[in-house]
């Protein structure tokens, strides 16, 4: 009885840390990301193994490209200061550049799946934009 008991509190705990686990896996989010998937070949082009944003990218939406800890926009480079992950949401703090300023910026991410993440607006309730993994 005493070794079934053991045996069964060994299964607890192995499928308690398995889920531990799956649940504190980080979010990847590497990779270039659009604000429709269909516009993905309008917005992003890949030039000598690099994504970049394809000319006139701006008449076809708004998309992002994360590598690491930098975000790259069309009009600012922002290097991710730090993450905050609770559950499917990530909150990320950001030092971003553009030509004529420097600001840090906060980002709300809520991840749909591993290809889609909805971005929402703190300082603009109820306001939010859903992005999509361009594959290429």
């Known amino acids: 009885m005493c070794r079934a008991f053991r045996l069964a509190g060994a299964a607890v705990m192995l499928g308690s840390s398995i889920f531990s686990v799956a649940e504190a896996r980080a979010i990847e989010l590497t990779g ?12 992003f082009t890949k030039k000598d193994g690099r994504v970049e944003y394809a000319e006139f990218s701006e008449l076809f ?38 030509s004529i300023m420097t600001q840090d910026v906060r980002f709300s991410l809520k991840i749909i799946n591993d290809d889609t993440i909805s971005r929402s607006f703190p300082e603009i309730a109820g306001m939010s934009l859903n992005y999509t993994r361009c594959k290429f």
């Open 32 to 43: 270039a990301w659009a604000g429709h998937a269909d516009l993905c070949s309008q917005v």
């Open 61 to 98: 939406g708004s998309g992002f490209i994360i590598d690491g800890d930098r975000i790259r926009g069309r009009a600012a480079t922002c290097t991710i200061k730090s993450r905050k992950q609770e559950g499917d949401s990530l909150e990320l703090s950001a030092a971003c550049a553009s």
